[in-house]
């Protein structure tokens, strides 16, 4: 008895509880962004404030200040002086001065080099363990340098489109880590967050279709592998040549897989009507 269609089915079901949890890791990317993107926005907005007003109005009408202890009924006079709203100590603010200017706070634009030189550095030990086999622990790498990418508060404008692309890249290699371990709807994941980035980058497209052709969406495979063969028409890769050749092999890869559905759907069709047919015969005698 042929069960290739109930094992079919398990599979598809597999497919549905693996892409439940993919989604729900791409809810928790997304709020963690959505966090970070608020704090990019209020840093702004303080920045623009703190250029409009030259000095910093401190109003303490809001504060109430009682002369007595209710507990003890001792004077204010009597109390230790201590820091608080409208007093601090002379020696403590010379201090903190002094500290600032020996240790001055590193300026944002600073910080964020410093990001983007952190994130190339996470990338460049991913590629080692991709390199070496060793996918899942250069999958966890590349995600740590979006992370730190997705950290940077204010940046200029060069320092974002440089994040941007840098961002892209390390969502393609993560994807092509999911490919090398078999999980290809996480890697599809990867690949259209490269292309929410930049719709014109053809790896983008290419490693969509691999993702595509794993699962067996045969048409989706076709289209992304068309849109990236039009993409590197126009591009000035220099593996150009090399790239067409390999997408073009994933096209004949795809039309392979789509004869062999059709091959296994007619001869589930046939031994499903003989089935129906040794039915009816054993009924009738």
């Given at each position: 008895?042929?069960?290739?269609k ?14 439940e ?9 997304q ?10 926005q ?11 007003t030259?000095?910093h ?27 608080g ?5 002379p ?6 001065a ?10 944002e ?11 190339k ?20 790498l ?13 940046p200029?404008?060069e320092q ?22 078999k ?13 929410d980035?930049?719709q ?24 992304c592998y ?6 590197l ?8 040549q090399?790239a ?9 890869q ?16 046939r ?7 040794e039915g ?6």
């Amino acid at each position: 008895m042929d069960y290739a269609k109930w094992d079919e089915l398990a599979k598809q079901q597999e497919l549905e509880d693996e892409r439940e949890r993919i989604d729900q890791s791409i809810r928790n990317r997304q709020a963690y962004i959505k966090e970070q993107t608020e704090r990019q926005q209020n840093y702004l907005k303080k920045q623009q404030s703190h250029n409009h007003t030259g000095e910093h109005d401190h109003s303490h009408d809001h504060h109430q200040h009682d002369d007595s202890c209710s507990s003890s009924g001792c004077s204010v006079a009597s109390l230790r002086p201590r820091c608080g709203c409208g007093y601090a100590d002379p020696d403590e603010l010379k201090r903190i001065a002094l500290e600032q200017q020996r240790n001055p706070p590193e300026p944002e634009d600073v910080k964020n080099r410093k990001k983007l030189l952190a994130a190339k550095a996470a990338k460049e030990d991913a590629n080692r363990l991709f390199q070496q086999g060793n996918f899942e622990d250069a999958f966890k790498l590349y995600e740590r340098g979006v992370l730190i990418l997705t950290g940077m508060i204010g940046p200029t404008d060069e320092q974002y489109a440089e994040a941007r692309d840098l961002e892209c890249t390390l969502d393609l290699n993560a994807c092509a880590c999911k490919l090398k371990l078999k999980q290809p709807l996480e890697a599809l994941t990867q690949a259209q967050m490269a292309l929410d980035i930049d719709q014109k980058r053809w790896k983008a497209w290419s490693r969509c279709g691999d993702a595509h052709q794993q699962l067996g969406h045969w048409d989706d495979a076709k289209r992304c592998y068309h849109q990236a063969l039009l993409l590197l028409e126009s591009s000035d890769d220099k593996s150009r040549q090399a790239a067409t050749a390999e997408l073009q092999r994933a096209l004949a890869q795809v039309d392979a897989g789509m004869l062999r559905d059709a091959q296994s759907d007619r001869e589930f069709q046939r031994q499903f009507s003989r089935r129906i047919a040794e039915g009816l015969r054993l009924e009738s005698s």
